[in-house]
């Protein structure tokens, strides 16, 4: 089943704690994303990558990391995240780069709460 | 600066009747617009899409209309379903500039009323 997995799908943590939240596809799509949906504000992106090793800044990127080792996977890196992240978080993926853009899945959801 | 807006943040239809989504934007480059839907507890899932170099595009109960001349698009699902209860995004990119960055409106939650 082509899927997008993303964990934990709920977190609750302390401020200055680093966490990594999972998001990993099985579709080989070359693009990868993050976004926060935020009451109000939508969904924002992140960062998005167009394949392995190539990543960029979306347009809320700061406080927040990414990587791009393996094509499946994209993980976030909160160094020392914020109650200002707070919030519910989505990956996505799609042959972004073919312009196949009505293909783009995206995952669970995480909701992370940041005390 | 919101680039996508949605500035019904929730709407109610009765069940068999038309339900239309509105959503504007600001940044004339952009020529490629999309529609999601979201249901709780899940990801967003394609809807449709629709292309600067047409005016409507048409999938079964949905149609999406496009007014470039007023950066104005909107949804239109007929005849509206219970399982149409959602919220909705519409999103907008710059797809022949190479640019492969989604822009989101804040989003439309659709109650359809039995």
């Known amino acids: 089943e082509a899927q997008v997995t993303q964990n934990p799908r709920y977190l609750i943590t302390v401020t200055g704690k680093k966490l990594t939240v999972t998001c990993s596809q099985n579709?080989?799509?070359?693009?990868m994303s993050w976004y926060r949906q935020d009451p109000g504000l939508g969904l924002r992106q992140i960062y998005y990558?167009?394949?392995?090793?190539?990543?960029d800044k979306g347009d809320v990127p700061e406080g927040y990391k990414v990587s791009r080792k393996e094509k499946r996977n994209f993980p976030l890196i909160l160094e020392s995240p914020s109650p200002n992240q707070t919030s519910l978080y989505f990956c996505?993926?799609?042959?972004?780069?073919?312009?196949?853009?009505?293909?783009?899945?995206f995952g669970p959801g995480t909701r992370l709460t940041v005390l | 600066d919101q680039q996508v807006k949605q500035n019904s943040p929730s709407l109610s239809v009765q069940e068999g009747r038309i339900s239309i989504l509105n959503c504007d934007y600001t940044?004339?480059?952009?020529?490629?617009f999309l529609w999601y839907k979201k249901y709780p507890a899940e990801g967003p899932t394609f809807l449709i899409s629709?292309?600067?170099?047409?005016d409507k595009n048409e999938d079964g109960r949905f149609t999406v209309f496009l007014n470039k001349s007023a950066k104005h698009l909107s949804l239109h699902i007929v005849p509206s379903q219970p399982g149409d209860s959602a919220v909705y995004f519409c999103?907008?990119?710059?797809?022949?500039?190479?640019?492969?960055?989604?822009?989101f409106g804040t989003g439309t939650r659709l109650t359809i009323i039995p």
């Open positions: 940044n004339s480059m952009f020529d490629y």
């Open positions: 579709m080989n799509h070359e693009y």
């Open positions: 629709i292309s600067s170099i047409k």
């Open positions: 990558s167009m394949n392995v090793e190539v990543t």
């Open positions: 996505a993926s799609s042959f972004g780069l073919r312009g196949d853009w009505d293909t783009q899945y």
């Open positions: 999103a907008a990119m710059r797809k022949n500039f190479g640019n492969e960055k989604l822009t």
